[in-house]
């Protein structure tokens, strides 16, 4: 690829630029020598503001299990404004904000109209420190955990915090989350550090929407539903920064490990895993869906499966590897074994398909998938994720990437392909065309959305 | 002032000037470039491509010498363009994490990924090549410095002689009347020619003469040339415990 003809134009240009007797300091250019002294430099500002707009087109197909009320949504356009901040209150309090508020126009709403507006409040707590590197913190956090790209076992605090994303790249979902309410502490030493959280059950459990985020409220009804806890502590051992957690949610608790290492000067191994005993997903979403009223009280299961809680392991073990030429791949194998196996997604389809003009039976099993994107929990027990980004790729400031979801069942994936162009200091282009391939009886096939294609532009104030 | 890292070097090593090994030579020329407490500075990072000013990097560098391993530890903050500011990266030994705020994930890089961004740049500045490099005097020349001024130098040959060693090999040249780095000619593995780098505008710094610009010439595509200037030195109080993963959220804007 570019590693060939890249080395070939490289080294004829060197040819010619370095004759055999030329003196390197003749490389420096004039404009260099004649520079006038730099500026004096900017400090880090508190906080970051940027205005973006993105347009989404999707192009929809009728799935074999007929989605009930159809996909309705093929075009948005999305203009945000953006911003991130923290400010230092006193010497040990700083303020930490973070919130995207947007203006949506929707193929299927109206422009202006209720739905129009919306906010994503990302963040927004106190951060006291009362002794060097102890912090004590209070309100909505992001707290995040967990080494791998494609899925994070033990990201605990991802579950219902999705909001409207213009990549799919599970990597850049983080970008736009909810945090969750807690109190949060944490003390750092030199070596090692530890953490305990606690997110308090605010409300109720609410229905899982399929238009995420919509309208200006704060979301909290999706982060603080559940009594949570999560105790953390990471030390330097054997080159491996192991990371141990312990998770409590009201009803199952769970252990979780990270690992990383460095091999070698182009390769990192890492490894992350979680387990406890709870349900599998069908039992879990059709649970949930019954007890928020979105499903019958009393449906009997739509599937046949087990409903007793077992242990449960998550994992994703991957490496990331990085050639000379700014190109870094990641590759990963996950497993989760609460989700579903050949024979449950055989079982989806053959449901689906005998039953399709039953509106409980496929409403049911389209529940079912919806309330695994809302957790953040892939549906399949195995898949493979693979991802390339490659900076300065043909031209600088030209950034490529591109990854691949790909169920070890069915073959079936989710691929992307983007592009980002660094206009200049402040503007920033992007593209980003993603389809779900497969057939139409495989996971990524049976989905109404085929393909997507976002057009962004962003402006860093 | 001038004279007064060579002369607490000698007096330490108890070293005639006259005839230094050539690892002394860059062990001395180490601390021309560096303090041997714990400081912070500001880098600029104006890159020219063609000889035309083209993107503006501003990091801000805190560096730590490891008391076992005589290696430099950073912690780099991108103050600007503003879509990275606020991205950190933590450079100890083989232990280097990226953080970016926006996602709040850390994410562990290989020696080869530090190499991507401009953040790399800083191991041209605060690398103890003493540590990490078997050195040899290759001969004595005179080489103009980046402002074409002839400078009467050891030309010095470092093999990598550790695993954290990021070049396989150093062509370097030092000053023998002041111990000051002239220039530098790093290579790959594969003993590719990666940058040149000039050393220059030296000025008082932290209690001695540094060069306070570098100017790195892209030797796989000379037409691109980046100056580092360092700017707002201080001592800093840096406890060991910032370097690792944990602290990188942490650290305070100034």
Known sequence: ?461 | MKFLVLAVFLIVSGVAAADPSAQQIVAASDKVRNPGQPFRLTSTLQEYVAGQPRDRVVLTVYAKEDAATRQFKNLVRYVAPPRDAGKMVLLDGTRMWFYDPASKVSIRISPQQRLIGQASNGDVLTVNLARDYKASIAGEETVKDADRQERACWRLELSAATDDAIYSRIEYWVERSSFRPVKGKYYSDSGRLLKIAYYHAFRDELGAPRPTETIIIDAVDPNLVTTMTSSDYRFETIPEAWFQREFLPRLKAD
Request: aromatic content about 10%.
């Open chain 1, 1 to 461: 690829m570019r590693g060939t003809a890249g080395a070939l134009t490289v080294a004829l240009a060197w040819s010619i630029a370095l004759p055999a007797n030329a003196d390197d300091v003749d490389l420096i250019p004039q404009a260099v020598r004649q520079a006038a002294p730099a500026a004096a430099a900017p400090s880090a500002p508190a906080a970051k503001l940027s205005l973006e707009d993105a347009l989404t087109a999707w192009s929809l197909r009728d799935p074999v299990v007929p989605l009930p009320g159809g996909a309705s949504v093929d075009a948005r356009n999305r203009t945000s404004l953006d911003l991130r901040g923290r400010w230092r209150l006193q010497d040990d309090l700083e303020l930490s904000l973070s919130d995207r508020l947007s203006l949506v126009e929707q193929n299927d709403f109206a422009f202006p109209s209720s739905q129009s507006p919306r906010n994503d409040w990302r963040e927004g707590y106190l951060t006291w420190e009362p002794a060097p590197r102890a912090y004590l913190e209070a309100g909505r956090i992001n707290l995040r955990n967990g080494v791998a790209l494609g899925f994070n076992p033990t990201d605990f605090f991802k579950t219902r915090s999705l909001v409207d994303q213009i990549s799919q790249d599970p990597s850049a979902l983080r970008e736009n989350r909810l945090g969750t309410l807690m109190l949060h502490g944490q003390t750092i030493w030199d070596g090692g550090s530890a953490s305990a959280a606690f997110a308090p059950r605010l409300y109720d459990p609410t229905p899982v929407q399929t238009a995420p985020g919509a309208g200006l409220r704060a979301g909290l009804d999706r982060t603080n539903a559940s009594d949570r806890v999560l105790l953390s502590g990471s030390v330097e051992l054997a080159d491996l920064n192991p990371q141990l957690l312990l998770y409590h949610d009201g009803d199952a608790t769970r252990l979780g490990l990270n690992l990383s290492r460095v091999v070698g000067k182009s390769v990192v191994l890492y490894a992350e895993w979680a387990g406890g005993r709870y349900p599998n997903l069908i039992t879990r979403a059709l649970a949930y869906g019954r007890a928020t009223g979105t499903l019958p009280a009393n449906a009997p299961p739509v599937l046949p499966t087990d409903p007793q809680s077992a242990f449960q392991n998550d994992l994703a073990l991957g490496l990331s590897w990085t050639g000379a030429a700014k190109l870094t791949v990641n590759a990963e194998y996950l497993y989760h074994q609460a989700g579903l196996s050949r024979a449950d997604w055989r079982n989806w389809f053959a449901t689906g398909t005998a039953q399709a003009g039953s509106l409980p039976v496929t409403g049911a099993l389209w529940y079912i998938r919806a309330w695994a994107a809302d957790q953040q929990e892939p549906m399949t027990r195995e898949q493979l994720f693979l991802r390339a980004a490659w900076s300065d790729a043909f031209v600088p400031h030209l950034e490529l990437s591109g990854f691949a979801l790909v169920n070890l069942y069915d073959r079936s994936r989710l691929v992307q392909f983007g592009a980002s162009y660094y206009l200049s200091d402040r503007w920033t282009l992007g593209a980003f065309l993603s389809a779900n391939v497969g057939t139409a009886d495989s996971e990524r096939g049976s989905l109404p959305q085929a393909r997507s294609a976002v057009l962004q532009a962003l402006y860093y104030f």
